[in-house]
């Protein structure tokens, strides 16, 4: 320690260039809203054209399902089976090397392709990213001038993707358009021509037209053919031997598909513009860089459109984030005014300069923790500040104690370190094991939070250091210019808090030390009772977030197109904006529904689902009144919809309240079951079950006639295309027109949208004759019945599940829906299973989870303190601090009624490090003097007592006025944190200052004195 003090300037200046580190640091990070917490995702998707779902399941999801098993690392795995299309999700278990996963499954999945039919697609691993949308745009006009702007909006997006940081954008509301071939079956009689001639002229005019090279004598030149683009290079395309013109026997025209999305703002027609960042980017400055590419691009738009900034997550970000620098800076006043009230000037700015130092040196190491600056960090760092200015203020205390006994400026700061350190050490240490665990937290809890005690935990390090290095070097060079006499009562409430400190010592611990037993039980009996409170408190896991903005979720029966789609949920809002005057703002987004955007997306999107925004009132009424008010009364009205309220919660996406998966294999029975549960769910009290199977869709089945086919030697593919030809058409390849692709698709004359679809107008022809073909209709060849068809076939770790997602909000709902479900297991047949989960269960899970890291946390501190103090029974004692400090917790979240959160468990957790400090600090002055031999056990109580209560007040008041701007923002997701740790420390600090005395007097005259003679 002398070598560090009588090299104080140099190692100053070093603390100050670490500063500064801190400082670069700081500015740097990235800021964000919330953490990312991302989720291992990965899809295997594969395409097989024209097959129904139960085909699918049997030819590609099975053997890719069994593919996938062979690869170690999967948590779960859920697959669907729709028409023509297989997609599997997977997610990932924590902690292992995605990378690698994702590389052996590629290889698993590649080897299996061979198991799949010819003319399925190769099938696809690909991890889910989940981008983050920065920036969403809504432009209205007419809907000519839109359309028009679909070639720019290509350009632009490509603008913005040059930008380092920009994952992607998405474009919705334009109308695809496709390259349509109508063929004329008349004229292609007229010209002795087949449908099937045209494709094989089309398939082969998609080939690159090669003539490789040649040596004309000067140099080697590249052989070429000029063809024409777009729809030109169509028209000009001869069929068969004759080369007929394609013109001549087919319509060929620019058509629009059916829309995949219909975006409206505010009742207009609307294009949706959004930007997606990659994972890790600072918000504000790659808002910067995009905004001066939007800016340009927006002020060359025609003067009938209109561009609308609709969502910014700089701008939410930029006023959070000035919100919270207020706190923050109020958090650093109250240090600055607590420890003037009770310190010297200089001391007072030694302390303040340690717990700035702390904090910045703190920073340093949190971009390689995998931390940014959000809102969780910077509640941290606020946290951080109140406690770390125990360490500087005891340390400071105490040099200055040793200068008012005559010590040297060099003997003072040495033996006031020593007589101090390690108390300092091992609480701080307690404080670390506290927070330590936190970071083994799994999923999505876990990366929330992890800001907190990473934050926590270095500063505390950083801290530690300081306050037994910087503050005495302060002191020291200090002192050694001007030995000043220190006041008896420094700091302008320095006689007060010396009042306080006497009649703390002589008045109450004289009076409770006199019935310690009586005192102890006392205290325990209050806390316990305390404690029951936590049933008479409200509880919420994640908050709503303090936002105007409401989603709505639309899924309409099965069948229903996107226009009638749109034209109902236009209706549901303006019913809503008619009868309810907090309406301030709309917007529709019908199809794949909301660009990412509110935290909000559907499962297995179409033409019968939407979404829609309802930007509210915020002064008038808050998200939950609206939806509480609206949900219900929609659901009434609207009885075919499904629909559900909701707006963004301040943590991670969370499930359905009850979800009840039923396996087996016969998917009619599972659907039957289904049917039967969802019945009963409804009677016990569910508003709405929804489940992945969905409803039978409406079809028509072709049964071939296998005699008439044979007969005529006509295959069943032929039969099968010359169908497709004359309903939804065959997709073959793309053209660009510019930067924009077109689908070409032959199609036959004959059936339109609308009617039905009549064989005896098409035919094919027979190779069963000599010279010209005879010519059979499809009616001979095909019966024609009306079937229902499974929309999908859903299967959960291999196996066939359907899963249904049971919502209310009825008292006991939960339970209510569990009985429902535990009533159909009794009646299962044989095979089949049911079992329940859901939001409840994983809320479950996180505090099984969480308590068994709380069970380790009290025995890291445990483990500390018994090292301390050399003593296995004395921990008890001071973890009694711990038990005040919940009990305090339970009491301020009560009388508050501030729901107990997420955030609020961790605030509880959180105090277990923090309210141990006093306590330690407290019996170890007692031990020391009591050790010294002359002293008896109550007069080192009271000295002990006298000598710290200054320190405990003034470090509680700290970190109570540090935290009191957070607990009365107002913002529901910090305000638990703030009140449980405030509340908590307010009353473990008050009834330690009683109790911790009281029974480390008993536990003297029980076990002390007995260890002190052995």
């Known amino acids: 320690m002398a070598y560090l003090l009588k090299r104080s300037k140099l190692f100053i200046f070093l603390i100050f260039i670490l500063m500064l580190v801190g400082v670069y640091t700081f500015l740097t990070l990235p800021k964000r809203e919330i953490p990312e917490t991302p989720v291992d995702l990965v899809m295997v998707s594969s395409i097989l054209p024209g097959a129904e779902p139960g085909e699918v399941e049997r030819m590609v999801t099975n053997p890719l399902e069994r593919a996938v098993k062979k690869v170690d690392g999967i948590d779960t795995m859920k697959s669907v089976s729709a028409n023509s299309a297989s997609i599997i999700t997977l997610s990932l278990k924590d902690g292992i090397d995605s990378e690698q996963t994702i590389s052996k499954l590629q290889q698993e999945v590649q080897r299996s392709a061979s198991e799949l039919p010819e003319n399925a697609q190769t099938p696809e691993v690909k991890k889910l990213d989940l981008a983050f949308p920065l920036v969403s745009y809504m432009f209205t006009g007419d809907d000519a001038a839109l359309a028009d702007l679909e070639t720019s909006f290509g350009t632009l997006s490509d603008d913005i993707q040059s930008i380092e940081g920009v994952a992607g954008t998405t474009v919705k509301g334009f109308t695809e358009k496709q390259l349509m071939i109508t063929l004329d079956p008349e004229k292609l009689a007229e010209n002795r021509l087949q449908p099937f001639d045209v494709l094989s002229v089309l398939q082969q005019a998609n080939q690159p037209l090669s003539l490789g090279t040649h040596d004309d004598g000067k140099e080697r030149v590249v052989l070429t053919v000029k063809q024409d683009e777009g729809i030109e290079k169509l028209k000009q395309l001869q069929i068969g031997d004759a080369a007929v013109p394609l013109t001549k026997v087919a319509d060929i025209g620019e058509v629009a598909k059916e829309a995949k999305d219909i975006v409206t703002y505010d009742g207009q027609s609307a294009i949706s513009y959004t930007i997606f960042l990659q994972p890790g980017q600072d918000i504000p400055s790659m808002d910067k860089s995009i905004s001066k590419k939007m800016d340009r691009y927006i002020e060359e738009l025609p003067k009938v459109v209109t561009a609308h900034t609709y969502e910014s997550q700089a701008d939410n970000v930029n006023s959070i984030f000035n919100s919270l620098y207020v706190s923050l800076l109020i958090a650093v006043i109250a240090v600055l005014v607590v420890t003037t009230a009770g310190l010297t000037l200089f001391g007072s700015f030694a302390v303040a300069l340690t717990v700035l130092a702390s904090v910045l040196v703190g920073l340093i190491p949190i971009p390689y ?8 960090s910077v509640i941290g760092l606020i946290i951080a500040i109140g406690i770390l200015v125990d360490d500087s203020i005891v340390v400071n205390d105490n040099i200055q104690r040793r200068y008012k006994l005559g010590d040297s400026p060099l003997d003072g700061a040495v033996n006031g370190v020593k007589e101090v350190y390690t108390s300092i050490i091992s609480s701080s240490l307690a404080i670390v094991v506290t927070f330590s665990p936190l970071l083994l937290l799994s999923g999505g809890n876990g990366a929330f939070i992890k800001a907190l005690p990473s934050i926590l935990i270095t500063t505390i390090i950083a801290s530690t250091v300081l306050s037994v290095t910087l503050v005495p070097m ?58 029951f409170l936590a049933l008479l408190t409200p509880f919420e896991f994640f908050p709503a977030a303090d936002k105007e903005e409401v989603t709505m979720n639309v899924r309409l029966p099965a069948g229903t197109t996107i226009d009638e789609t749109n034209n109902e949920i236009q209706k549901i809002i303006d019913d809503v904006s008619e009868e309810d005057k907090n309406v301030k703002e709309t917007a529709i987004f019908s199809g794949s529904g909301l660009p990412n955007l509110f935290a909000s997306s559907m499962d297995n999107t179409g033409g019968n689902t939407g979404q829609a925004v309802f930007r509210i009132k915020k002064e008038n009424t808050s998200a939950s009144e609206f939806i509480d008010k609206w949900e219900p009364e929609l659901r009434k009205r609207y009885g075919d919809a499904e629909i559900f309220l909701d707006t963004i919660v301040q943590g991670p996406p969370v499930g359905a309240p009850v979800t009840v998966t039923i396996k087996g294999e016969d998917i009619d029975q599972l659907a039957q079951l289904r049917n039967d549960l969802r019945a009963r769910l409804l009677e016990n009290g569910a508003d709405i079950v929804t489940d992945n199977l969905g409803e039978p869709v409406p079809a028509v089945q072709y049964v071939p006639n296998r005699q008439a086919l044979e007969e005529n030697g006509i295959s069943l593919n032929l039969v099968t295309n010359q169908l497709q030809l004359l309903t939804q058409g065959i997709p073959l390849f793309k053209l660009y027109e510019g930067d924009i692709s077109k689908q070409v698709v032959l199609k036959e004359k004959g059936v339109n949208e609308g009617e039905p679809v009549d064989l005896s107008g098409s035919v094919v022809p027979s190779m069963m004759t000599q010279g010209p073909p005879k010519l059979v209709s499809l009616d001979e060849l095909l019966t024609s019945e009306k079937a229902s068809l499974l929309a999908q076939v859903p299967h959960e770790k291999g196996e066939r599940a359907i899963t249904l997602k049971a919502y209310g909000d009825a008292d006991g709902f939960k339970d209510d829906m569990l009985d429902a479900a535990e009533v159909e297991k009794k009646s299962l047949p044989e095979g089949y299973t049911i079992s329940t989960g859901g939001e409840n269960s994983d809320q479950q899970a996180f505090f099984a989870e969480i308590g068994i890291l709380f069970l380790v946390v009290l025995l890291l501190v445990y483990l500390v303190i018994a090292f301390q103090f050399k003593s296995f029974s004395l921990p008890f004692l001071v973890l009694f601090a711990v038990y005040l400090g919940i009990s305090g917790a339970i009491l301020g979240l009560f009388i508050t009624q501030t729901p107990l959160s997420f955030l609020g468990v961790m605030g509880i957790v959180s105090l277990t490090g923090i309210v141990v400090r006093n306590a330690v600090v407290l019996i170890d002055f007692v031990e020391a003097r009591r050790l010294l031999g002359n002293m008896d056990v109550i007069e080192a109580i009271v000295e002990s007592g006298y000598a710290r209560i200054k320190p405990i007040i003034l470090t509680s008041l700290t970190s109570i006025v540090a935290l009191i701007p957070v607990a009365v923002s107002g913002d529901p997701l910090f305000e638990a944190l703030a009140i449980t740790i405030i509340a908590g420390l307010a009353f473990s600090s008050l009834f330690t200052l009683v109790m911790i005395p009281s029974l480390y007097l008993v536990y003297y005259k029980l076990i002390g004195h007995k260890a002190e003679r052995v």
Do not use: C, H, W
């Open 369 to 376: 923790m995998g931390v940014d600056l959000n809102q969780i």
């Open 474 to 531: 302060l002191q020291f060079i200090k002192t050694k210019r001007r030995n000043k006499k220190i006041s008896d009562t420094p700091g302008f409430l320095g006689k007060p808090l010396e009042r306080i400190a006497v009649f703390y010592s002589e008045k109450v611990l004289r009076t409770v030390l006199k019935r310690p037993l009586l005192v102890g039980i006392g205290g325990l009996v209050i806390a316990t009772g305390l404690l």
